[in-house]
Every structure is written in structure tokens, then in C-alpha cells.
DNA sequence: CAGATACGCTACGACCAGTAGCGAAAGAGC
DNA sequence: GCTCTTTCGCTACTGGTCGTAGCGTATCTG
């Protein structure tokens, strides 16, 4: 906090604040109107790409930032000017993958819980994914700035999958329409983190298949009462 | 693979097969025999208690061989006497905290996994645990024999507790006495992972607390049907 | 006492994150 | 086309860490 009161005024596109990876142009986003030469959105991507080939290949611990600029074909200084550190650059290599979760309608809350469950654990099973997300989770414990970034791009997506899916049972009329709204909101979030905690913990710590017959299982114990188990 | 020819024949306590840090003389554990003059317990326990002070003030990425060693009293070299490296020092550091947790049998199943799950997660907010757990998951994912230490020495431990509270269940009739100890297995495995994953993720991922009302919240639903979720 | 081993110390090699300063390139606005 | 602004690549550098080597000394066994 206290900021020095040093107001820099030579920051055209801040070092940190970074702009949206490119795409943007068309989306009508407000496209921050630089008068100089604007950032190569082709370095942006080689880097991303870089980045997560080097994670593949060499895991956290061993993906050096000079060693991704050299594979993005892009000089080193390049790198700390768009992110600020190596693991903010990993974040946001990371992000995008998980992008690509959704929660489709199939007709029953099992099977969309049973679909995404089995979408999340083959993102888990990726190299690059398996290499940086516990340490990536494990450097923000440390860092709030890196903690809020994963938080916006890595786990908030995930937990509107889970509000997402609920919303759809609800309408399909499995679910108590008269729920109390804050404790739904609740209820979203015991099972968000039941649902990525259990698979990332059984794939990534127990290390341990996700096939489609734990899918199952491990579905129903969430829903109801696990067969057999008691009585 | 493939160790090189060397039979260095020189090394009397190996430095990476670890002597028990201990405590074993009046165990009727074998304790070595060496015949030069005998590693230092006292030494072990300094650098063990410096490494969890060292890993609550600094973090993991914080914590530096060297300063664990001044901490302790210990030259540096004698680290590396003992550990191969800075994660299974850790490892070993942390091990000892999760060795607390006990089943103990209060009468019933849900009864015995929220003791078990408050236990836990009151572990999980200890700064050193905070600062250690995840990055040696990271570490680990890359390093089968870290891989290997973590899971005797901390997974391991755990998923007992999970045996134990089954049995302690079965025992009192709450479960089914005929079921197939290869599935009931299977079981134990899938409600390990949701157990640990959950607290772990809701803590270190989401960085929300687990209060008596969550734990409730959660072993309801691990046990039976989520009271109004469905239907 | 002799042999074996652990210990502390100092120094060192290799590597990496992140920064500094420069000249050159590439757009924006006129 | 010209100027202004900003990015880019390059090289070099600082500060810090892991992990190791070599030595003289301390401590234990027989």
C-alpha cells in the first residue's frame, strides 16, 4: 500500500496491467487507443504457446523465461514488459485452457455433473496443466495480487460452471424452487470445491485415473446416498 | 536408471535413505549400528523445528537452505548429510504435523468424520502447512521419488484414517457387513480423495474458512442426500 | 590409541529472476 | 513525407539460490 507518489507518466500500456490478449478489436472492447507503436497481438499468442510447451516439457520448476522467449522467438525484456512475473505469465497461458470447460444441458443434473467432471479431469491430465496448476495455487498462497489473478481467471470460470449447472436443474424442476437464494449460494460453493478438490486431489496428489466409472461413483455419492454405503 | 558404475563404498548413514530422525533407540528398532561417530538427533530435531519456523515466517519460496540451517544451529553441509534436497527436507517437516491426526470412535460415522475433517483442516491453516502443502504436491508431480516420500509420509497417513473410520463404522453395524472388500476399497479411495480435496481446495483454493457449520454441511452430503437439493 | 564417521567452515559453480540502457523499428497523427 | 511515441531486440548486469568440494576438527567405537 502508500504508494510512492511517483506518477511515472511514461506507462502507455502499464507493465502490469496488462491488455486483453488481443481478439479484441472487433469485440468492441475499447481497444485503449495507444499512439505509438502498438504491441505485436502475434508475440502475445507465440508467447502464450511458449509457454505452455515449456511447461509440457519441463514442468514448473523447470520452464525458464528466458528459455520461452527464445521458443516464442521474442527477447526476454519482451516478456517482463506485457506480464510482471513468470508466474503471472503461467496464469494466463493456463486460463485459456480452462476456457474451454462449459456445462451443457443433458437432461439430468447426474449427467451434467458427469460430463463436466469428465471435461475437467482430461484438462487435469494435460502436461502443461498437471506441471503448473498446484504451483500456481501455491505461489498465490503467498502473493494477493497472483491470488486474486488465478481466483478471476482460473477459478471463478469453474465455479460459474457449478452455478451454471444448478440453475439448470432448477429449471428442469429437480430442485426445491423456494430455495433460499443465500443458501444456494452456499450450497454452489461446498460443491464447487467438493467437485475440482476431489478431482484434482485424486488425479494430482492421490494420482490416480479419473475413468468413467469413478465418474459415476463419485456423481452419486454427491447426489445422494451412496449405494449401500450405510444401513 | 542406470547409475553410474561408482560404489562410492564411503558413505556410512547414505544421505539419502534417511536414519529415522530418532526417538528409535528405546524402540527396539535396529538403529544402524554405525561405527564412526553417530549423527546428532538433536541436530535432526533443530533443523526440522527451523524448517517449519522458517516455512510460517517465509513461505516455501521464501525459505532458503541456508537460513534453515543458521535457524538451526548447523552448517549448511549438514543439510545435505541428511536430505537430498530442499522438498524432502520439507517433506519430512511437514510429515511430522499430519503424523497428529487420529480417528478416534465417537459412536457414529458422521460424528467420526467431522472430528476428522475439523482436525484436518485446523492443520491446513497452520502458516507452515499453508506454505508447504501445494508446493510439494507441484514439486512432487515431477519427481517420482519426492512422489514417493510424500505419499508414505503424508498421504499415506491420512487415507488410514479413512480405513479406520470405515471399520469403526462396520463395526457398529452403520454399513453393510457383506460388501466386497475389493469394491469397499475402491470406496475408501474415492471418499479419501473427496475428503482431503474438498478441505484442502476450499481452504488453500477458494481461501474460505471451514467453519462447524460447513463441515456439518459437507459430511451431510457426503453421507446422504443434501437435505432439499434434490427433488 | 587408531580407525571411522559426522561436523563446521569457506569457497565455489551453475543457474535463474528480473532490471538497465541503448539503438532501431513500426505504427499514429498531421 | 515527417515527427512523435512507443515497442522491440540486444547485451550486460545484479542479486540470490541450490547444491557440492575440500579441509581440518570433533566425537564415537573397539
Redesign the pocket.
Known amino acids: 500500500m502508500a504508494p510512492t507518489t511517483r506518477q511515472p507518466a511514461?506507462?502507455?500500456?502499464p507493465p502490469d496491467d496488462r491488455t486483453p490478449p488481443d481478439g479484441a478489436v472487433a469485440d468492441g472492447a475499447v481497444a485503449v487507443?495507444?499512439?505509438?507503436?502498438?504491441?505485436?497481438a502475434a508475440?502475445d499468442q507465440a508467447i502464450l504457446d511458449a509457454t505452455r510447451e515449456a511447461l509440457a516439457e519441463l514442468g514448473w520448476g523447470?520452464?525458464?523465461?528466458?528459455?520461452v522467449a527464445q521458443r516464442a522467438?521474442?527477447?526476454?525484456?519482451?516478456l517482463?514488459?506485457?506480464w510482471?512475473?513468470?508466474?503471472e505469465l503461467v496464469v494466463d497461458a493456463i486460463a485459456s485452457l480452462f476456457d474451454q470447460l462449459e456445462c451443457t444441458d443433458r437432461g439430468s443434473l447426474q449427467a451434467d455433473i458427469e460430463a463436466v467432471v469428465a471435461r475437467f479431469a482430461e484438462l487435469l491430465t494435460l502436461p502443461e496443466t498437471q506441471a503448473a496448476l498446484l504451483a500456481l495455487f501455491a505461489e498465490g498462497s503467498r502473493d494477493p495480487q497472483l491470488r486474486r489473478r488465478i481466483r478471476e481467471r482460473i477459478v471463478q470460470p469453474q465455479k460459474v460452471l457449478v452455478e451454471l449447472g444448478r440453475a439448470n436443474a432448477q429449471a428442469r424442476g429437480e430442485m426445491d424452487p423456494d430455495r433460499d437464494p443465500a443458501v444456494a449460494a452456499e450450497e454452489v460453493g461446498i460443491i464447487f470445491d467438493t467437485i475440482a478438490g476431489t478431482v484434482e486431489h485424486r488425479l494430482l496428489v492421490s494420482g490416480e485415473p479419473v475413468t468413467a466409472d469413478w465418474i459415476r461413483r463419485f456423481t452419486t455419492l454427491l447426489l445422494g446416498p451412496f449405494p449401500g454405503l450405510l444401513r
Open positions: 511514461e506507462q502507455p500500456h487507443r495507444g499512439k505509438g507503436r502498438p504491441r505485436s508475440a523447470g520452464l525458464t523465461m528466458g528459455d522467438g521474442v527477447a526476454k525484456t519482451t517482463y514488459r506485457r510482471p512475473s513468470k508466474s
